[in-house]
């Protein structure tokens, strides 16, 4: 469902993400390890059109994502949370979920259907939502950074770094949101980078490993596919 070819993408001229080709399946829990400064962001911001490539392709669907502009890709059913979890601090956490859905011009009646999936994943959300965007500890604003990618993320996830910084039990709770949200929505393809592998809890069914903007190619699938997962190096 998510198709990488030959991804290269600099940013002030430095080549960050070079000649990248991987296939993540729908339904697939995809974690893209490296350490910081790999490309693990770029890769992400890549997907949501906030990265020019220098070549290659990314396909969504078989659609070339290069058609479609960066505001329009929140449209085809995908949901980023970055790594910085902005949360507007005027709105309060209920509205600051509703939002990205009403952007993309959701009915009333779409957005309390997302809203009603986001809390049965996220329960612990349920308690914040009248709060302030701005009233939020680091952990709780990560669940409500995953809350508001999920209300628009139908077809694909995209999480930066969730687990960074996440106290034991909350990381926890964020790897059990997981799980649910897999059995809830079947289909979904969920992509989580992360700076240190173990921090992940084995929520992935597969593994990417990233160095230096190249994916590493003993980076085979941890699921019993017998198929190579991964095709791309220097
Ligand atoms: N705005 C920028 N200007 C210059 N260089 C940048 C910029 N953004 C990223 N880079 C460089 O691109 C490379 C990849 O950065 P990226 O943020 O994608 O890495 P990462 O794997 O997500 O790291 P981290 O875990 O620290 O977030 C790094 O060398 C970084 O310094």
Known sequence: MLQFENLSADIVRAPVLRNICADLPQGSINAVVGRNGA????????IMGLIKLREGRILFDGCDLAGVPDYGRAKLGIGYAPQERVMFPTLSVEENLRLPCQVAGFSKAQVDERLALTLDVVPQLR???PRSGAALSGGQGK????????????????????????APALATQYSEALKR??????????????SNGSLLKDVQDRTLHIERGALLPDAAPISTSSSPFIEAYP
């Open 39 to 46: 490309g693990k962001t770029t890769l992400l911001r890549a």
């Open 127 to 129: 308690d914040m939502l």
């Open 143 to 166: 669940m409500a950074a995953l809350g508001r990618a999920l209300m628009i993320g139908s077809r694909l996830v995209l999480l930066d770094e969730p687990f960074q910084g996440l």
């Open 181 to 194: 949200l897999q059995s809830r929505v079947p289909e979904l393809c969920i992509v989580i980078t992360e």
